[in-house]
């Protein structure tokens, strides 16, 4: 293959000139070519506002409904005589674990009264026909 050195080649031309004095007219010529006032500019945001702010808000308010159900109180007050049944008949727990569980403040919450009315325990076993559980236990 020849080697091909580019200085000593004869160069190639383009083809195309240019004026003299072109580019010492070219800024004013197109200065001319602007328009005398610019165009109002209108921003696709500032158009589409009021669409922006309803689906802004629409975002909002599905996010922020998860966490007004994990903060509503779904507590129900159970009975304490359903908390007595549950824990005499469903657990394994015996009287000196639960006391061992207490606390000072819970002891002393507890007040013990023995004031039944004999016509109450009449009622209960006239009522209720298991009667060997009252007496057994």
């Given at each position: 293959?020849?080697?091909?050195?580019?200085?000593?080649?004869?160069?190639?031309?383009?083809?195309?000139?240019?004026?003299?004095?072109?580019?010492?007219?070219?800024?004013?010529?197109?200065?001319?070519?602007?328009?005398?006032?610019?165009?109002?500019?209108?921003?696709?945001?500032?158009?589409?506002?009021?669409?922006?702010?309803?689906?802004?808000?629409?975002?909002?308010?599905?996010?922020?409904?998860?966490?007004?159900?994990?903060?509503?109180?779904?507590?129900?007050?159970?009975?304490?005589?359903?908390?007595?049944?549950?824990?005499?008949?469903?657990?394994?727990?015996?009287?000196?674990d639960i006391v061992e569980?207490?606390?000072?403040?819970?002891?002393?919450?507890?007040?013990?009264?023995?004031?039944?009315?004999?016509?109450?325990?009449?009622?209960?076993?006239?009522?209720?026909?298991?009667?060997?559980?009252?007496?057994?236990?």
């Amino acid at each position: 293959m020849n080697e091909f050195k580019l200085d000593n080649e004869p160069k190639i031309t383009t083809g195309f000139q240019v004026p003299d004095t072109y580019f010492d007219t070219f800024s004013e010529k197109v200065m001319k070519q602007l328009p005398a006032k610019e165009p109002k500019v209108i921003s696709i945001w500032a158009k589409n506002r009021k669409w922006l702010y309803a689906v802004a808000a629409v975002v909002i308010v599905s996010l922020s409904i998860p966490f007004l159900y994990i903060s509503q109180d779904n507590v129900v007050e159970t009975p304490n005589a359903e908390i007595e049944n549950y824990l005499s008949y469903h657990s394994t727990l015996t009287d000196e674990d639960i006391v061992e569980l207490l606390d000072k403040e819970d002891l002393d919450k507890i007040i013990i009264s023995n004031d039944i009315d004999d016509q109450v325990v009449e009622d209960v076993l006239t009522e209720n026909t298991n009667l060997e559980h009252y007496i057994t236990n």
